[in-house]
């Protein structure tokens, strides 16, 4: 085995945590995501959904934007889900 591979072996068993943790905040962010649109259109006023600082959304677009949001995180997920498992096939051989 020549010292390269080492070094790749090395690199990828330093990246699996680091992106295993970023993709289970990805998850539960998606989770706390719809749960504050689902909480906040029915009347939850201590939840505040803005656009841009000083903007605040309207409560009939909590959901929407919520899901948008939530479809975003699962996207950026499922990218991690596929690069978590690169890693890990390119460990083994």
């Not at 009347?43 to 903007?55: D, E, N």
Request: charged share 10%; with cysteine.
């Amino acid at each position: 085995m020549n010292i390269k591979r080492i070094i790749h072996r090395f690199i990828y068993l330093l990246t699996i945590p680091v992106l295993y943790t970023l993709y289970i905040g990805l998850i539960i962010s998606t989770v706390i995501s719809m749960l504050a649109g689902i909480l906040r259109t029915f009347g939850v006023k201590l939840i505040k959904m803005s656009i841009w600082p000083g903007i605040d959304l309207p409560v009939a677009f909590s959901i929407p934007l919520a899901v948008i949001v939530s479809l975003l995180l699962i996207v950026g997920s499922l990218y991690l889900k596929r690069l978590i498992n690169f890693c890990i096939s390119n460990l083994r051989t």
